[in-house]
């Protein structure tokens, strides 16, 4: 089973660029998330979904856009990378509220 | 390369001794609690849940003790070998909250052959 796939595995990026990440999960899970990781930072809520067709914000939403338009895949969008944005971004799914989430094995992406 | 550990306390433990992880979460109505580890360059694993109306949960050669009084929570790990040596993360969820799932700073273990 491949549980959490993200799509790429490393990015660099020129201030300014635009990207999506994909994160794909084979578990019919309801609930998806998207964390970015800094050091010494513990892992940061940007959105999440809590089932298929919608999105809401996290601790820190801001230049980042999201959409589940299907069960299975949840998309993070940089609209205009900033060198803020360096860090490694990790997606997780949960079948309920109240059950552990899977997480992917990150995405290390650096805007230069 | 870049390390998650930077910055994050440290408990250096040798191997074969019990560990104890702390954290303290912050939201007195979160109904759900996991311990995470993460290894370097992998994305989080699952140890083990305990809920809210639990004050003990064991598993295999771990133990989480929640405290909702001083809204604190620790994972012990018995009998420390090499490969427990990561980063640990408490998260916490509250259902009729805002069904966030949110991650303490973590703890770095690293385990003393």
């Known amino acids: 089973n491949a549980g959490v796939t993200q799509t790429p595995k490393f990015r660099v990026l020129k201030t300014g660029q635009s990207m999506t990440l994909l994160c794909a999960q084979d578990?019919?899970?309801?609930?998806m998330y998207w964390y970015r990781q800094d050091p010494g930072m513990g892992l940061r809520l940007i959105h999440y979904?809590?089932?298929?067709?919608?999105?809401a914000k996290g601790e820190v939403p801001d230049g980042y856009n999201v959409s589940r338009l299907k069960k299975q895949n949840f998309l993070l969008g940089l609209e205009s990378a900033a060198p803020s944005q360096t860090s490694v971004y990790f997606c997780a799914s949960s079948a309920r509220a109240l059950t552990e989430a899977f997480f992917g094995q990150g995405t290390r992406l650096t805007v230069v | 390369g870049e390390s998650v550990g930077l910055h994050l306390p440290t408990l250096s433990v040798q191997e074969g001794d019990n560990s104890i992880i702390n954290c303290a979460y912050s939201?007195?109505?979160?109904?759900?609690f996991i311990w995470y580890k993460q290894e370097s360059g992998k994305g989080p694993q699952f140890i083990i849940d305990?809920?809210?109306?639990?004050d003990k949960r064991q598993g295999q050669r771990v133990t989480v003790l929640l405290n909702k009084t001083v809204k604190h929570l620790s994972l012990q790990i018995a009998a420390t070998q090499p490969g427990d040596s990561a980063v640990y993360f408490c998260a916490e969820i509250s259902y009729y909250g805002n069904n966030r799932l949110a991650f303490g700073k973590g703890n770095q273990v690293v385990v003393i052959p």
């Open positions: 979904s809590v089932g298929e067709g919608t999105t």
């Open positions: 305990i809920r809210s109306n639990m």
């Open positions: 578990m019919n899970h309801e609930y």
């Open positions: 939201n007195s109505a979160s109904d759900y």
